[in-house]
């Protein structure tokens, strides 16, 4: 994943374990009421429907390895997210209007993919 600036999902939590490594930049982790900040080569492990958030409060984008088990949840970061020309590709710009229009197709996108947002929590 490449975090931009400001990026990231509101609290939620799904079916499934989650695991977030940090690649590249830092990234703000909230789990279980505490939040830290991973830096490049630090992880944290997001068990089955623990609440959770994570944003990237810094500047620059994040790179990010997400690891989902089991397997799945791809298909949703793909319609909720933007694919990019390259792993190198900068994060495109997403004005205030495409980020309103995201935020309206999440409930039925988080239904299917067994993830409930939990929008009041933030």
Same mark, same amino acid.
């Given at each position: 994943?490449?975090?931009?600036?400001?990026?990231?999902?509101?609290?939620?939590?799904?079916?499934?374990?989650?695991?977030?490594?940090?690649?590249?930049?830092?990234?703000?982790?909230?789990?279980?009421?505490?939040?830290?900040?991973?830096?490049?080569?630090?992880?944290?492990?997001?068990?089955?429907?623990?609440?959770?958030?994570?944003?990237?409060?810094?500047?620059?984008?994040?790179?990010?390895?997400?690891?989902?088990?089991?397997?799945?949840?791809?298909?949703?970061?793909?319609?909720?997210?933007?694919?990019? #020309?390259? %792993?190198? =590709?900068?994060? @495109?710009?997403? /004005? *205030?209007?495409? &980020? #309103?229009? %995201?935020? =309206?197709?999440? @409930?039925?996108? /988080? *239904?299917?993919? &067994?993830?409930?947002?939990?929008?009041?929590?933030?």
């Amino acid at each position: 994943m490449l975090v931009s600036p400001g990026g990231g999902p509101p609290p939620h939590r799904h079916d499934f374990e989650e695991t977030f490594s940090v690649l590249d930049g830092e990234l703000e982790v909230t789990f279980r009421g505490e939040t830290r900040v991973l830096r490049a080569g630090e992880t944290a492990n997001i068990p089955a429907n623990a609440p959770h958030a994570f944003r990237n409060p810094t500047g620059s984008a994040v790179h990010l390895l997400c690891t989902c088990s089991p397997a799945g949840q791809e298909r949703f970061f793909a319609l909720a997210g933007d694919r990019l #020309a390259s %792993r190198d =590709a900068p994060a @495109p710009e997403v /004005s *205030a209007a495409e &980020r #309103a229009a %995201r935020m =309206a197709r999440m @409930p039925a996108l /988080s *239904a299917e993919y &067994r993830t409930e947002m939990l929008l009041g929590d933030r």
